[in-house]
């Protein structure tokens, strides 16, 4: 089994190993060392990368055998007993270290507000996801998250230990653990100095300082009764808040406001685009009465070009007058939509239509009621040529 570096030490970046074994899979370059930086992807916290012997790692796992070595994803390949020197993406590594200490705090702020247990965690990501025992409903939620926002963000600003042991199988059930185990033999405790012990393999932190700020996003409810609760930690907390203050600024600066003043000009602008939109309906369904019975007072069979905007209304209105047959336009860029159409009292098959008079012109749709296609705009004027005098079936 490798030795694990970054239980020792988290915040080292470079080690110095010996290639164990060495071979190709599937295109991947597997390296195992007697010992290792690397963190492999474990406990919802993601691998390291970086360079090990001048060759990038890519990825790190766990054997599926407990007790074999940690296995290294490289690009190229290393050969077996040389001694390379490795070095980590610190940035990282530093992050992974940022959300998963942030999650310990606030799994535990979460249990203080509120008795929520966690179930499960994702530290994949900037935005952190944990899971709890529980759904209160979407008003209880808020304010749950509300006070556990400011538990987590006192425990950080108390600048609390963290600190990690080993403790013997038989001590465990004595410790006042968060959650049990779910691993038998020694068990690795994380302990945030009287805030919150857990067992957990991953890098942490010296100092709950350096998780904050801590800020929770948003909730959502999860399967059986559950909730989902968003955060960010950290640099990716910081990262988040200078990106929304930024897109807030700008959009003050457009409405000419102060940037909590945009909150009322945006409702003010639903209001005026809400009013266009019905003024826009209205006329639209004027214009689409109008050139229906403009169609109407030509006689059928008829072909129009119409507003794309108005094509389905105007055919919808078409379809319910008796008598009608129809064949409508609207053009679209290269394109143009069509829309055929016909009450039903009319004999005409469309299909038959269709493919006589309209596909040989590259035309192309389908349809059970009415025929809806496009067709080059080049071709478009011939096409409505070609239909506006079809005989009728018999």
Not at 3 to 18: H, I, N, V
Not at 210 to 235: C, D, N
Not at 354 to 382: C, D, F, M, N, Y
């Amino acid at each position: 089994m490798s030795k694990r570096l970054y239980w020792g030490d988290p915040y080292a970046t470079r080690f110095e190993a010996t290639v164990v074994s060495a071979r190709e899979e599937e295109g991947r370059y597997l390296v195992e060392l007697d010992r290792t930086l690397f963190y492999p992807t474990s406990g919802g916290q993601p691998h390291d990368t970086g360079v090990l012997g001048g060759v990038r790692v890519v990825d790190v796992f766990e054997p599926e055998k407990h007790g074999e070595r940690i296995v290294h994803v490289l690009e190229g390949p290393l050969e077996p007993g040389a001694t390379v020197e490795g070095e980590i993406d610190w940035n990282r590594r530093y992050r992974h270290m940022q959300r998963h200490t942030g999650q310990h705090v606030l799994s535990q702020a979460f249990l203080r507000a509120a008795q929520w247990n966690t179930i499960a965690v994702s530290l994949s990501g900037p935005e952190i996801h944990v899971d709890f025992d529980v759904w209160p409903g979407a008003e209880a939620a808020a304010e749950v998250l509300e006070r556990a926002e400011a538990l987590a963000n006192w425990a950080v600003y108390a600048n609390l230990a963290v600190s990690a042991r080993v403790v013997p199988e038989a001590q465990v059930p004595l410790l006042p653990l968060r959650r049990m185990p779910q691993v038998r033999g020694a068990v690795r405790v994380v302990e945030i100095a009287d805030w919150d012990l857990a067992p957990c393999g991953g890098t942490h932190l010296r100092s709950t300082a350096e998780a904050g700020p801590l800020k929770l996003l948003g909730f959502e409810k999860g399967k059986k009764k559950t909730i989902r609760v968003y955060a960010r930690a950290g640099w990716e907390a910081l990262e988040d808040y200078a990106a929304k203050h930024r897109t807030l600024k700008e959009l003050a600066g457009r409405f000419s406001a102060g940037v909590f003043d945009v909150p009322e000009r945006v409702r003010k602008l639903e209001e005026e685009l809400y009013a266009a939109r019905g003024r826009v309906m209205e006329l639209s369904g004027e214009l689409a009465e109008r050139l229906a019975r403009e169609v109407v007072a030509a006689g059928f069979p008829a072909a129009l070009e119409v507003p794309a905007a108005v094509l389905g209304e105007v055919g919808e209105r078409l379809s319910e007058w008796p008598g009608a047959l129809a064949l409508l336009a609207a053009r679209e860029g290269g394109r143009a939509r069509l829309l055929l159409v016909k009450h039903p009292d009319r004999p005409e098959d469309l299909q038959r239509l269709w493919r006589e008079r309209l596909a040989p012109l590259g035309a192309r749709g389908g349809g059970r009621v009415h025929i809806q296609g496009t067709i080059p705009s080049a071709k478009l004027a011939a096409a409505l040529e070609a239909f506006s005098g079809p005989k009728e079936q018999k």
